[in-house]
């Protein structure tokens, strides 16, 4: 049984924190947080363990009435793998304490790639995270990607692809965020990073990606053009994606045609916090001119990385290899949206 910490208990360690609670050969030893909060109080009512990341900062949970089972690095010493999920650019700080104490480390897209041994996603590099002692797992938009360009390009010789993001200003719960009224180019210097982490671990493929940032919480929306050597076959594309169970295929007819919508839809599937995990990508969206591949896709921020980060847990403690690592982190979080996808996909892909 693996004993995972989590240091930084916020939008995505929350997410990392329950997704560990069910896999069936993992369990959390414990979750670090800077101050008191809300979460952290509903977390220590569940029984888990709350570790202060500031020695300074203990006093305040316990005048919080927050019992505090240690400092971070006594959670860092009980783990067989840490997950960092604190801000964008803390978790490289933290890396010469996690390398110090010998526990290996997963870290989120925020910090630099440099920071970490491997970067990975999806399909991509998991062989390479067995090796490393700390794993980047890439953003929430590389990571959306990566899961519609890596089997792509598993199957078919392609020579590039282009993407416009569309991003959300913010989380919900961070109303310091925006803009309010304006579309900002994010950054205004092209291409945007991500492109740099999918040219790192998908060297065959060039891809451009231009970012914008808008204002809304719900998810991202992704334009992608991907250029095939040979003028593809939008049905056979259709259900190669549909294959995938880390893409959503969202049918056509049935009116989720925005992110409203489908937020909508993760509620009504009774989904923790509503979150789906896939990559949603339209149907009726998919449509071919001469060699390229066009479609629209959308990305829940909050959690679509979350099952890159149980995977990543594996590699990094040797455990089984990529494509069965996968597996064992879909079926025990219920990755796969098979039932709602159009029957006209289900059938094999053969070309
Ligand atoms: P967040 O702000 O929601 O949560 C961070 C948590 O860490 C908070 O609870 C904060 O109190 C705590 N914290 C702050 N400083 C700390 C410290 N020094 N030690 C321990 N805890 C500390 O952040 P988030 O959105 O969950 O992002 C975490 C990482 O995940 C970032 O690298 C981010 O780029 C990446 N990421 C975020 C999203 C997203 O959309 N939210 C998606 C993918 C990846």
Known sequence: M???????????????????????????????????????AAARERGIDLFAADRDGQADFEDAGLAIAGPVEELVDRSD??????????????VPMYRRRGTPV???????????????????????ARSA????????NTTGLARTLGPLADRFPLDGAQATLIRRGGDPDQPDRGPIDDIVPDPVTLPSHHARDLNRMLPDVHTVTMAVRVPCTRMHLHAVTVRFEQPPDARVIRRQLAE??????IPGGHGADSLGALTVFGEDIA?????????????????VTGRELHLFQAID????????????????????????????????????LTEHQPATTREPATR
């Open 244 to 249: 995938e169970p880390r893409i959503f295929l």
């Open 2 to 40: 693996l004993r995972v910490g989590v240091n930084g208990y916020g939008t995505i360690g929350k997410r990392v924190t329950d997704a560990i609670i069910d896999q069936p050969d993992m369990r959390v030893a414990g979750i670090a947080k800077r101050s008191p909060s809300l979460d952290a």
């Open 106 to 128: 997963i870290l989120q897209g925020g910090e630099a790639a440099d920071a970490a041994d491997a970067s990975l996603t999806g399909r991509l590099n998991t062989d390479a």
């Open 133 to 140: 002692r700390v794993v980047r797992v890439v953003s929430c």
């Open 301 to 336: 921020q909050r959690c679509n990385v979350v099952p890159e980060n149980i995977d990543a847990i594996r590699a990094i403690a040797g455990g089984p290899g990529p494509a069965e690592g996968r597996g064992r982190t879909n079926e025990a979080l219920g990755i796969g």
């Open 271 to 287: 989904r923790p916090r509503g979150d789906i995990w896939e990559t949603c990508v339209w149907a009726e969206s998919i449509a």
């Open 81 to 94: 793998v840490i997950v960092d999920a604190t801000p964008a650019g803390c978790g490289e700080e933290h």
